[in-house]
């Protein structure tokens, strides 16, 4: 069986207390991905934080298991890593 895979895009910063405050105004996608270009850390900002296609296990770990465990189309909590603390927006799932 295929390992499953997952399309997420996230925001990147320094602080839990930015997540949050950043957290608030995504109310929905177009919102998230205009933070990720204002916002975010990472270079997927300039792709409005979209990481593309990315399998189980991939990534970090706490960021891995928030994917996982997140509703589509929602926003995360913030996720703390070795990188910083994200936000996480999964667009889709393939769980085949």
Known sequence: ?????????HI???SKAEALQIREQ???????????????????KSNNGDLGWFRSGQMVRPFDSAVWNL??????????????????W?????EA
């Open 71 to 88: 509703p589509l189309n929602e926003v995360s909590e913030p996720v703390r890593t070795e990188f910083g603390w994200h936000l996480i």
């Open 26 to 44: 995504c109310t929905n996608l177009k919102a998230f991905q205009k933070m990720a270009r204002k916002k975010s850390s990472c270079p997927s």
């Open 12 to 14: 990147l910063v320094p």
């Open 1 to 9: 069986m295929p390992p499953r895979r997952a399309h997420a895009s």
């Open 90 to 94: 999964v667009h889709e799932k393939d």
